[in-house]
């Protein structure tokens, strides 16, 4: 019996794009076929949900960027948008987060937020392992990637547990942000920033007391 399945995958590199729907459609099984919608920013992709949803006919899978172009609203800046967009209107369908972003912060917030049934970071990605990936998606979810899985066993074996603002202290001192600016960022006093490194300092065991030093030791264990 044919199984049909609808995807709509989300990506502004048309070559990408074609590069996934080849792989997909050289390695799906027999007994699938596959329909495959392309959007190549925020507005097209919200149109062909919508209409999938008044339709009656929604997507199972759908692939999403995460660097896209906002939409013309403003009312989506990403493919986080989009996902999140998606799980309120396509509930059932499984979401696969494709990003060359391999931060440990923007990986970690996008687990939390989406709870992606895959993602894969695209420096790892391989013909075979987005076959692989779609598969057991659709059947056995999730799926991550090597830089996602060795984010998450890092942080599981660590015995250091952060909080989500000084999960991002961490990030924003990574990007060069100074000590002064973080308040601004993060909505909080800078007296409220400078306890909070100070706690981190203290929870990495940090001696020396430099910001480098913490990046480091945090970056060992998966935190950066």
Same mark, same amino acid.
């Given at each position: 019996m044919t199984e049909k399945?609808?995807?709509?995958?989300?990506?502004?590199?048309?070559?990408?794009?074609?590069?996934?729907?080849?792989?997909?459609?050289?390695?799906?099984a027999e007994h699938q076929?596959?329909?495959?919608?392309?959007?190549?920013?925020?507005?097209?992709?919200?149109?062909?949900?919508?209409?999938?949803?008044?339709?009656?006919?929604?997507?199972?899978?759908?692939?999403?960027?995460?660097?896209?172009?906002?939409?013309?609203?403003?009312?989506?800046? @990403?493919?986080?948008?989009?996902? %999140?967009?998606? /799980? *309120?209107? $396509?509930?059932?369908?499984?979401?696969? !987060?494709? &990003?060359?972003?391999?931060?440990?912060?923007?990986?970690?917030?996008?687990?939390?937020?989406?709870?992606?049934?895959?993602?894969?970071?695209?420096?790892?990605?391989?013909?075979?392992?987005?076959?692989?990936?779609?598969?057991?998606?659709?059947?056995?979810?999730?799926?991550?990637?090597?830089?996602?899985?060795?984010?998450?066993?890092?942080?599981?074996? @660590?015995?250091?547990?952060?909080? %989500?603002?000084? /999960? *991002?202290? $961490?990030?924003?001192?990574?990007?060069? !942000?100074? &000590?002064?600016?973080?308040?601004?960022?993060?909505?909080?006093?800078l007296s409220a920033v400078?306890?909070?490194?100070?706690?981190?300092?203290?929870?990495?065991?940090?001696?020396?007391?430099?910001?480098?030093?913490?990046?480091?030791?945090?970056?060992?264990?998966?935190?950066?």
């Amino acid at each position: 019996m044919t199984e049909k399945i609808r995807i709509l995958m989300i990506d502004d590199h048309p070559m990408i794009i074609e590069g996934y729907q080849n792989t997909l459609q050289f390695t799906k099984a027999e007994h699938q076929e596959l329909h495959i919608d392309i959007a190549n920013n925020c507005d097209e992709a919200i149109k062909y949900m919508d209409t999938s949803v008044s339709r009656t006919i929604p997507y199972d899978v759908l692939f999403v960027d995460i660097s896209l172009p906002p939409s013309s609203d403003g009312s989506m800046n @990403s493919g986080e948008d989009l996902a %999140e967009y998606a /799980r *309120k209107v $396509l509930p059932r369908a499984k979401i696969v !987060i494709l &990003t060359m972003f391999n931060e440990a912060f923007r990986i970690h917030n996008i687990i939390k937020t989406i709870d992606p049934e895959g993602f894969l970071i695209k420096s790892d990605l391989t013909s075979s392992e987005l076959a692989s990936a779609f598969q057991a998606v659709l059947y056995n979810p999730p799926f991550y990637s090597g830089t996602v899985n060795s984010h998450i066993r890092k942080t599981i074996t @660590s015995d250091i547990v952060i909080d %989500e603002k000084n /999960r *991002k202290i $961490l990030h924003l001192l990574s990007q060069g !942000i100074k &000590t002064k600016n973080l308040a601004s960022h993060l909505d909080i006093s800078l007296s409220a920033v400078e306890k909070r490194k100070k706690q981190l300092k203290e929870l990495f065991c940090i001696e020396d007391g430099q910001d480098e030093t913490l990046l480091s030791e945090a970056r060992k264990q998966g935190f950066v």
